[in-house]
Every structure is written in C-alpha cells, then in structure tokens.
C-alpha cells in the first residue's frame, strides 16, 4: 500500500519564512496561490501583463510580476504554466535565478521525467500535485476539506525537501484528506496513460463509435446522442462516488448484466494490447518526443485533428441538444 501523509505528518512552519513564487495563474495557480496565502504563507504571483489572468491576479489582491522577478525573490518556485511552455519559461527566466539551496516545484512531473528541465544540483526539486482542478481546490480548502495530492521528491538537495513539500500540501489543504507519496516518473506515466487511454482519448472514440454506429443502423442522431454521451455523467458519477461496482448496483440489474456480459467484447484483448503498447510508447519518452516536436513546428498536426473532430456530426447534434438543456450551464 501506498504512504500516505495527513496533517500531523506536515509542518506549516518549514515554509513560514520562506518566499513562495507561483509562476501562472491559471486555474491551478489561483487555487494554489490563494490557499497558500491563506494559510499564512509569503506569495508573489507572476503573470503575463494584460491576460485576463493578469487582471484575476490583481483583482483577488496580489501584484504580479515577471517571471525573472519572481524567481529572483523566491526560495521556492512553483511552475504552474502549461507543460509545452515550462522549459522555454525555465531556460529564459528562472534558471539563472535557481541559486543553491533554493526548491523547485511542479504539479505534474512532464518536464522533469522527460529532461526537458534539467536543474542543477544543489536545489531541491519536489511535486506537489492535487487531484483536482485548481477551483475544486480553492473551494474545498474554503470549507475546512482539502483535496488528496500527491508528493514525489526529485533532487533532495537540502535534506529538507520532503518536508517542504508536505508543508506546501498542508497549505493547500491536501493532507486534511491525505497526501500519497510517489515518484515523478510514476505520477507523469500514469497521468499520460490515463488521459490517453482512459479519460480523454479512450473515452472520446468510444462514445464516436457508439454514436457511429447507431446512425449507421439507421437510429436518429438525437437519441444516439442522449443513449451514448449525455448519459455518461450519470454512470461517472456513480462510479466515483461508489466505485464500479457500486454502480453496477446503482443501475438497472439489465444495464449491469450489458456491463457484465458485453463490456469485455468492447474492451478485448485486442484493445488491452493496443493499451500496453501505448503505455510502453510514454515510458520510453516515445510520446514526449512528439508532442514537443509537435509544439516545435507549429502544431499541424494537433490543429489538424482537432477541426477534425470540431466537425463530426455529434457536435452539431450535441449544441442543438444542449440548448433545450439551458440547466446544464454554467452558473
């Protein structure tokens, strides 16, 4: 079983005296910054000069500033941008000021495991990462709750890095419900895989195939819309709340024995090598290699794919069937 670290394992004190920069302030870096504030933490929050994140930053109270100025002042340096740019954000702005002793932070390991960010070796290096967008983790730190995170220590320079990162997830409010120990390699491989596999990719072309076929078979696309996609969140739901199986005691005892009997001929053999192959092509950096080249020349190929799927026929039917639904938007 996994080590899992709660609130008397985590010392806010380690991170008092010490000056936090949280480089984008995005969802996660405003759910970040402000918990970390909150709990009585020194912030400064860098941002680009006229993004709407920018004016966010300003308007919940902090006065952002370059990145170089952040990485300056900070002794610890929290990258929150996205993947694709963190190395180019590194190299020009941050690396210079990574003094000895100073700590580097992520939530997600990409850069690291991949070496696309290399720092040298008298700083700590350690991840922090909650499992949950940056407004759920704003939101359950409000409440008094926190949301489980993951902590994995890289470079451990100092002797103290473990410690500073449990302190930064107590801050946050991840060791309320529980902070799990990892590695980078273990945290960035698994993530990729389930994005790829599962969450987003897997779960795309499932419902395209299924609303395919039944139009395919003649069935009208409002209905293979609702049976196959909007359907979904109800079963996600269940299944977070309960697990598999109790949502398979949730449903309809014919939904479940579908599940039970037919499931496994969608998701063959076939497909569970097709899962190992892909598993493999993240952990030998296959992946990493193309998705930077893909950022390096342009995205075509991303740009590509992307209209692709913008016009397939369950979007159009999906924003017809979306607006009878005025109740699913956001408030």
């Not at 949950?132 to 709750?145: D, I, Q, T």
């Not at 030998?284 to 692709?308: D, V």
């Amino acid at each position: 079983m996994a080590q899992v670290y709660y609130d008397k394992d985590a010392d806010l004190n380690v991170i008092k005296d010490k000056t936090i920069a949280v480089i984008g302030y995005g969802i996660q870096g405003r759910g970040q910054a402000l918990c970390l504030r909150d709990s009585g933490c020194k912030v400064i929050v860098s941002e680009l000069e006229g993004t709407p994140n920018f004016e966010q930053a300003k308007k919940d109270g902090f006065s952002p500033v370059p990145v170089a100025t952040a990485a300056k002042e900070a002794d610890i340096i929290q990258i929150l941008t996205q993947d694709h740019v963190q190395a180019k954000v590194y190299k020009e702005s941050i690396k210079k000021y990574l003094k000895k002793g100073k700590a580097l932070c992520f939530s997600h390991g990409f850069n690291i495991r991949f070496k696309q960010i290399k720092p040298a070796k008298d700083v700590d290096v350690f991840m922090v990462a909650p499992k949950g967008p940056g407004a759920l983790v704003r939101r359950m730190f409000e409440e008094g709750k926190g949301v489980p995170c993951l902590i994995a220590v890289h470079q451990d320079a100092t002797g103290n890095a473990k410690k500073i990162a449990l302190a930064y997830a107590k801050a946050i409010g991840g060791t309320r419900m529980g902070v799990i120990e990892t590695t980078f390699s273990e945290e960035t491989e698994t993530d990729l895989f389930g994005e790829q596999v599962v969450l987003c990719g897997g779960v795309s072309e499932l419902i395209k195939a299924g609303f395919d076929t039944l139009l395919e078979a003649g069935y009208q696309p409002e209905i293979a819309y609702f049976e196959v996609l909007h359907e979904l969140k109800l079963i996600t739901d269940l299944i977070q709340e309960t697990g598999i199986s109790g949502m398979r005691r949730r449903v309809s005892n014919t939904a479940c024995y579908g599940d039970l009997t037919r499931g496994p001929m969608v998701i063959d053999s076939k497909v569970r090598k097709q899962m190992k192959k892909i598993l493999k092509q993240i952990q030998s950096g296959k992946f990493a290699r193309e998705w930077i080249k893909e950022n390096k020349i342009g995205r075509p190929n991303f740009n590509r794919l992307l209209a692709e799927g913008d016009s397939h026929k369950i979007e159009e039917v999906g924003k017809h069937l979306r607006e009878m639904m005025p109740w699913m938007k956001k408030q």
